[in-house]
Every structure is written in structure tokens, then in C-alpha cells.
């Protein structure tokens, strides 16, 4: 039984392109969140939604949205996709307090070309 | 100022030996966890150990203990007994943040070390 899954693993599209990717977890975790980690293996927060509500909101290109139907999903729409979106996408959820940090899906490499 | 730093972009250990990552953290929430997380080069992260900043002793997890020092704010992961399967990249992870009605809380990640073991 996967605890966090995302589809697709990997996703090659054209710029300008639309896409979603999709993540649930199974571990009935309060919060959830994405997460962009870049070709130098940097990782930064993009969203976080805590019970459906969007919580953290970085600083991130409005053609990127989250939407949470339920509390066990959260999925990213990205619009108009250009070269500088490419890189892995990290959906993780936890317990709103946790002591184990997060739990992680295996990532989604995204490459625009 | 960055929250995480991690000043090793990589490191070398001998199979068997023992290897220290560093961390150093910054934050002025008095209430904060620390983590290190694994990812191998599969790509996936996994969580290793965690610190509190009110726990009164250094955390351990099998091979992986964290030398939590706050007054000098630093979380270094230290693994023993080094394995082949250790090698990967290693990121030291801070959460800070209160819980309000809404709940938040956010984790920030450095910018990794990546570990080779050496047969």
C-alpha cells in the first residue's frame, strides 16, 4: 500500500502546454504540500493545504494551482508550462503536529521541451 | 539569511567508517524540530530522524544519531558504521512555524550533501 502516490512519475510535455499531476495519500494526514525540487536538487515549498484550505502559498507563477477536493488529495495544475518549470515535483502530507516530518511520494520529473 | 545551511556539497567515508554532516540552522521560533532526510539516487526522500528544540537528548535511530547543539545552533546527522547503501544526498530540514485555527507549518530544506561510500 503506497502512503503517498503521485501520477504521473514522469511527464514530457511541449511549452505552452497544460498538465496536471495528481497526489493522494492514504495515511489520513491533515496536511499536505508540493514541493520543487530543481536541477541542483534544491527543494522549496510551493503549496500547502491543511483540511482542504490552503495554508502556505509561495512565491510561485500564478499559471501553477493547487486544488484539494479532499483532504486526502492534492493535485497541481500548471498552465502555460515553460523550459524553467521542468524539474521533480514532491507531493508529501503529515499530521498537522508531527514529529516524523513529512511523508514523501516518489516525485514526478517534469521536462519541458 | 538562509534558515539551512549545509556547507558540504559532497563528502567521501570509507565503508565501516563513521561520517558527520553538517548543519547549521537559524530561526528566533523558540519552539522547532529539526530533520534530515535521504535521497538515494531512486530519487525518493525518506525521513531519517527528527530533533526537537525542548528534547533534552541528542535523537538516534539505529546507525543515525543527530549531535543537536542549540546554543550554537547546529543539527549535525551523524552515521555509523558506514554502508554502500548509504551513499546518496542528505538534507537537513527545519520546521518552524505556530499552529493557528487554520494550522501552518512549514518546513524548509537545505541545499544537501551528497555522500559516496568508499569499499
Known amino acids: 500500500d503506497t502512503a503517498v502516490s503521485q501520477t504521473p512519475k514522469y511527464l514530457v510535455t511541449q511549452m505552452g502546454n497544460d498538465k496536471s499531476i495528481k497526489c493522494e495519500q492514504n495515511?489520513?494526514?491533515?496536511?499536505m504540500y508540493w514541493y520543487k525540487q530543481d536541477s541542483k536538487k534544491f527543494l522549496k515549498i510551493m503549496f500547502s493545504?491543511?483540511?482542504?484550505?490552503?495554508?502556505i502559498n509561495e512565491t510561485v507563477p500564478n499559471r501553477f494551482s493547487p486544488k484539494s477536493p479532499d483532504k486526502a488529495h492534492l493535485n497541481l495544475h500548471i498552465n502555460s508550462l515553460e523550459l524553467g518549470d521542468s524539474a521533480v515535483y514532491f507531493c508529501?502530507?503529515?499530521?498537522?503536529?508531527?514529529?516524523?516530518?513529512?511523508?514523501f511520494g516518489s516525485g514526478t520529473r517534469l521536462t519541458v521541451v | 539569511a538562509q534558515k539551512i545551511t549545509q556547507t558540504q556539497p559532497g563528502m567521501f567515508v570509507q565503508e565501516k567508517e563513521a561520517v558527520t554532516l553538517d548543519c547549521t540552522y537559524d530561526?528566533?521560533?523558540?519552539?522547532?524540530?529539526l530533520f534530515w532526510y535521504k535521497q538515494p539516487s531512486s530519487g525518493e526522500m525518506i525521513f531519517l530522524i527528527y530533533?526537537?528544540?525542548?528534547?533534552?537528548q541528542n535523537a538516534t535511530e539505529g546507525r543515525y544519531s543527530l549531535n543537536f547543539q542549540k546554543a550554537r545552533k547546529s543539527a549535525n546527522l551523524v552515521i555509523s558504521a558506514s554502508q554502500l547503501g548509504d551513499s546518496a544526498m542528505y538534507f537537513c530540514?527545519?520546521?518552524?512555524?505556530?499552529?493557528?485555527?487554520?494550522?501552518?507549518?512549514?518546513?524548509?530544506f537545505g541545499i544537501g550533501t551528497k555522500l559516496q561510500v568508499i569499499p
Open positions: 495515511l489520513g494526514h491533515d496536511t
Open positions: 508529501a502530507s503529515s499530521q498537522v503536529v508531527t514529529d516524523y516530518g513529512y511523508t
Open positions: 493545504y491543511n483540511n482542504k484550505e490552503l495554508i
Open positions: 530540514a527545519m520546521r518552524e512555524g505556530i499552529w493557528n485555527s487554520g494550522g501552518y507549518q512549514k518546513v524548509t
Open positions: 530561526t528566533s521560533d523558540p519552539s522547532y524540530g
Open positions: 530533533q526537537g528544540s525542548y528534547d533534552q
